[in-house]
């Protein structure tokens, strides 16, 4: 009898912590995509002050640096909670993973671009990304609640 009730404690326990430990990632991926949004605002201000583009490159290398380990966000069990996640980065993780790397190579793009000084080539290649995010949150975002 002691040892069931231990047992059954346990796996409460490890239910709690897997819940928490799921909590813990939305937070985190949240946080990244808000970071990332404002990274993107800061960049399109610069852009429409047809300002200089070389300093953006930092800006580029937080958000390339947030979309570098994006999966390890959207472990399995993390998918419901306060999060838009739709399952079908679980179920379609090579096609979440393409999402990822359209990104990902969008913002190399602008980097070079903002990095050269060239405003046209950098909102050029702002748009590029815009149009990778979008695309990604068609498939994989839900809508807010």
């Keep these: 009898?002691?040892?069931?009730l231990i047992a059954g404690v346990a796996v409460?326990?490890?239910g709690l912590?897997?819940?928490?430990?799921a909590q813990?990632?939305?937070t985190q991926r949240r946080e990244g995509m808000r970071t990332?949004?404002?990274?993107?605002?800061?960049?399109k201000a610069v852009?429409?002050?047809r300002g200089d583009t070389r300093p953006l490159?930092?800006?580029v290398d937080t958000i390339a640096g947030f979309y570098r380990n994006l999966q390890a966000l959207y472990p399995a069990g993390s998918g419901t909670g306060a999060t838009r996640a739709l399952p079908a980065i679980w179920s379609d993780p090579a096609g979440f993973e393409a999402a990822r790397n359209t990104i990902v190579t969008a913002l190399g793009t602008l980097r070079t671009a903002a990095a050269s000084g060239d405003v046209a080539a950098t909102q050029a290649a702002f748009n590029q990304v815009g149009a990778a995010c979008a695309a990604c949150h068609r498939a994989?975002?839900?809508p807010a609640r």
């Excluded at 009898?1 to 069931?4: A, D, P, V």
């Design 47 to 49: 852009l429409d002050a």
């Design 36 to 43: 990332e949004g404002r990274q993107m605002e800061a960049i």
């Design 17 to 21: 912590l897997g819940s928490a430990l």
């Design 12 to 14: 409460a326990l490890l």
């Design 24 to 26: 813990d990632v939305i």
């Design 1 to 4: 009898m002691k040892s069931g």
């Design 140 to 142: 994989y975002r839900g």
């Design 57 to 59: 490159v930092e800006r």
